[in-house]
């Protein structure tokens, strides 16, 4: 049996967890298991057929990211390209250091746990109640010996941007290895690698409405990667393992069309989340904007209702319809409150009740007015048991 399921009177507003891939995407898929098929390591006319899709596809993400298309590793996730450039860069010594923050996406956070436990140092440094990181602090860090320096580039919970061009300046200073999980980032901020002093990047097809399961790392000098899986030379031996050629032509089409709508879709999405902040916070007594004075990304809100529980109001939302969070899908079932807004400052209670709500281009302004309504019904009954 299959998993349809009826999502027609869904509204869906989690689109940091991901996005529903595009109809052009699903075409490309369909393409690449169809009359694409290969395996792209074949010797044969069908493999440099599917050989092809894949190098269409990585020129088409190298233009998203105005990057070289050899300077592109293909992962299957976030996580996996996250890792992959923490175990290259902590496995050549016997002692490193790492220097990153505390508000970083799990992969990361857990991934500096693991390296702890086996000898690394890693300098874990504060935000301010905003979420943003103060670069003294990061300069006073580097100080001492840095092998690598992570930092998100926007925050898969709030939306909050850091200065990645002064952080990337001190890092080319400081001559320190420089990493960014630009996730929440690609698609919804310009990326120019050319502009910019980051040796590694991570970044995953499924938040711009690409497939999941598809995900690219970004390194100035390959020659740094060390890969922790061993087999064959696909992508040149960096990451081998039989190309996913669907989830790659998916990506590869997710880019090309970001890419061309750019400036609409990050305007829609701006557009969209504007409205729905502006009409939340005047209809619904005690919200406030979670990082509301940072500078934050056109298409996401994280909101604190005062008073309510959170994890009830999004499971009552769910019960009608809206998707939301209330923080990444990679610790939604986890019990203890947001560690990105505690790491803000806020207290326990006050994380339990944030929200995130997050939109894509393909949502639209009868859905936000729809899911306002549905909130404020569902807060006051919060309210008033």
């Known amino acids: 049996m299959g998993c349809t399921e009826d999502i027609s009177g869904e509204i869906y507003l989690d689109n940091n967890a991901t996005t529903k891939p595009l109809p052009e995407v699903k075409e490309a898929i369909c393409q690449a298991m169809g009359e694409q098929f290969g395996n792209p390591s074949s010797a044969h006319s069908a493999g440099e057929r599917a050989r092809r899709c894949v190098e269409l596809a990585r020129r088409r993400t190298s233009d998203l990211l105005g990057c070289s298309p050899q300077d592109l590793i293909f992962t299957s996730s976030g996580t996996e390209s996250n890792n992959m450039v923490f175990y290259s860069c902590t496995r050549k010594k016997e002692k490193n250091r790492i220097v990153t923050t505390g508000i970083e996406h799990s992969s990361i956070m857990k991934m500096c746990s693991f390296l702890e436990l086996n000898g690394v140092h890693v300098e874990t440094l504060e935000v301010d109640e ?14 001492k010996k840095t092998d690598l320096v992570s930092v998100q580039w926007v925050n898969n919970e709030t939306g909050v941007i850091q200065d990645m061009e002064s952080i990337s300046e001190l890092c080319r200073e400081k001559g320190v290895l ?23 990047l991570s970044f995953t097809a499924h938040k711009i409405n690409g497939p999941q399961g598809a995900a690219v790392l970004y390194a100035k000098d390959r020659l740094l990667v060390n890969p922790f899986l061993f087999g ?8 081998p393992g039989t190309e996913n050629l669907p989830g790659i032509a998916g990506l590869g089409i997710a880019c090309d069309i970001r890419n061309k709508n750019f400036e609409k879709a990050i305007g829609k999405m701006k557009d969209l989340r504007d409205q729905f902040e502006e009409t939340v916070i005047e209809s619904i007594p005690k919200t406030s ?6 500078k934050r990304v056109c298409n996401t809100t994280n909101i604190h209702f005062g008073g309510i529980d959170g994890r009830k109001l999004v499971s009552l939302l769910d019960e009608s319809g809206i998707r939301c969070s209330q923080s990444s899908a990679c610790t939604n079932f986890e019990i203890t409150p947001s560690y990105v807004l505690t790491a803000m400052g806020h207290s326990e209670q ?6 995130r709500f997050s939109f894509c281009p393909e949502n639209s302004f009868d859905e936000i007015e729809a899911a306002v309504e549905i909130i ?5 009954f919060l309210r008033n048991i």
């Open 130 to 143: 905003q979420g943003i990181l103060d670069i003294r602090r990061l300069e006073d860090a580097l100080s």
């Open 178 to 200: 420089f990493h960014t999980d630009a996730a929440q980032a690609v698609g919804k901020l310009r990326v120019d690698l050319e502009a910019f002093h980051v040796d590694f």
């Open 232 to 239: 064959g030379f696909q992508e040149e031996g960096f990451r």
């Open 289 to 294: 904007i979670n990082g509301a004075r940072g």
């Open 350 to 355: 006050h994380a339990y009740s944030s929200i």
């Open 376 to 380: 404020k019904k569902k807060c006051e």
